[in-house]
C-alpha cells in the first residue's frame, strides 16, 4: 500500500473540461529548426498560472493489482501541492512543500513525514518539488535552457536531449511542432534497467490555456511495470485555495 499511495503522489496529473478543444499531435511535415530554438519555444510555452484546483480520476495498475479512484489536487505553484485521494472513503491526504513530503492515511492509519529522499529512494535518482510539479503540469523535469541541447526529428516531433547526458540516467525531451508542449519525457537508466516514460497523448485550450488532457505514466524497472493514467472531472485556476492539512496523533510511521 506504501508504494500505491507514493507512485500516485509522483504521478498525478490534471486535464480539461470535456467540452475544450484537444490538440494532438503533428500531420504536417517537420520543419529543421536549431535545438536552441525549440528548448526557447517550449520554456515560453510553459504552464504560467498561479493555482490549480482540480479533481480527477485515476487508475493505477501494476503486474499484482489494478485499482482506481478520485483525488482531488490543489496547487500553489512554487509553495504546495496538495491531494487527497478516495475510493468510496478518504484513502490518503498529502501535502508536499519544497522541503517536506507529508502522508497519511486515515484508512490504514498511518503516516509519513520527511523530505525528498524518499522520492529519490523511490526513483533512483535525486528529484525536487519544482521537478516534480513540472511534471504535473506537463513541462520539462530539467530547463532545457540551461544545458546545451541536441535536436533530431522523430515520432513527429522534435526530440531534446543533454549533449552531455547525466552520469546516473539519460533523459529525452519529445515536444510537439506546433504549440511546442511535451508530448513525451523519458529518463532511463539502463545500468539498474530502470525506465520512466511520462506521455501527454493530447492537450485541450481552455481560456487559451493549455495543458495536458491525459497522461499516461509507465514506470519500469526490471520486470516490474506500474502504469499510470489520468484523467480530469473539473479544474478552475487561479481560485481561492483551502489547503488545511493536519497530521493525525496516533497512527504507525511508514518506514521506507
Known amino acids: 500500500m506504501k508504494y500505491f499511495v507514493i507512485l500516485?503522489?509522483?504521478?498525478?496529473?490534471?486535464?480539461?473540461?470535456?467540452?475544450?478543444?484537444?490538440?494532438?499531435?503533428?500531420?504536417t511535415t517537420i520543419k529543421e529548426i536549431s535545438a536552441r530554438r525549440v528548448a526557447k519555444k517550449h520554456v515560453a510555452a510553459n504552464f504560467d498560472e498561479k493555482n490549480i484546483d482540480a479533481r480527477l480520476k485515476v487508475n493505477y495498475s501494476t503486474t499484482k493489482e489494478k485499482v482506481g479512484f478520485s483525488v482531488r489536487m490543489k496547487i500553489k505553484k512554487g509553495e504546495?501541492?496538495?491531494?487527497?485521494?478516495?475510493?468510496?472513503?478518504?484513502?490518503?491526504?498529502?501535502?508536499i512543500t519544497p522541503t517536506r513530503v507529508q502522508f497519511y492515511s486515515p484508512f490504514y492509519k498511518n503516516y509519513f513525514d520527511g523530505d525528498f529522499s524518499m522520492l529519490k529512494k523511490l526513483l533512483g535518482t535525486d528529484i525536487n518539488f519544482e521537478q516534480l510539479?513540472?511534471?504535473?503540469?506537463?513541462q520539462s523535469l530539467l530547463n532545457v535552457?540551461?544545458?546545451?541541447?541536441?535536436?533530431?526529428?522523430t515520432e513527429k516531433a522534435y526530440q531534446l536531449s543533454p549533449k552531455k547526458q547525466s552520469e546516473l540516467?539519460?533523459?529525452?525531451?519529445?515536444?510537439?511542432?506546433?504549440?511546442?508542449?511535451?508530448?513525451?519525457?523519458?529518463?532511463?537508466?539502463?545500468?539498474?534497467?530502470?525506465?520512466?516514460?511520462?506521455?501527454?497523448?493530447?492537450?485541450?485550450?481552455?481560456?487559451?490555456?493549455?495543458?495536458?488532457?491525459?497522461?499516461?505514466i509507465n514506470a519500469k524497472q526490471h520486470?516490474?511495470?506500474?502504469a499510470i493514467d489520468i484523467t480530469t472531472r473539473s479544474v478552475d485556476f487561479n481560485t481561492k485555495l483551502n489547503i488545511d492539512f493536519r497530521m493525525p496523533n496516533g497512527y504507525k510511521e511508514i518506514k521506507l
Open 8 to 27: 500516485s503522489i509522483l504521478f498525478l496529473s490534471f486535464t480539461s473540461c470535456k467540452s475544450s478543444k484537444n490538440l494532438t499531435g503533428n500531420s
Open 80 to 95: 504546495v501541492i496538495w491531494l487527497k485521494g478516495v475510493k468510496f472513503i478518504t484513502v490518503f491526504k498529502a501535502k
Open 133 to 138: 510539479q513540472n511534471m504535473l503540469l506537463g
Open 145 to 153: 535552457k540551461s544545458k546545451r541541447q541536441e535536436v533530431v526529428i
Open 169 to 216: 540516467f539519460d533523459i529525452f525531451f519529445l515536444i510537439n511542432p506546433i504549440h511546442y508542449k511535451l508530448n513525451k519525457q523519458s529518463i532511463v537508466n539502463s545500468a539498474k534497467k530502470q525506465r520512466l516514460d511520462i506521455r501527454y497523448p493530447s492537450y485541450s485550450n481552455k481560456n487559451n490555456i493549455l495543458f495536458p488532457e491525459k497522461i499516461k
Open 223 to 226: 520486470k516490474q511495470v506500474t
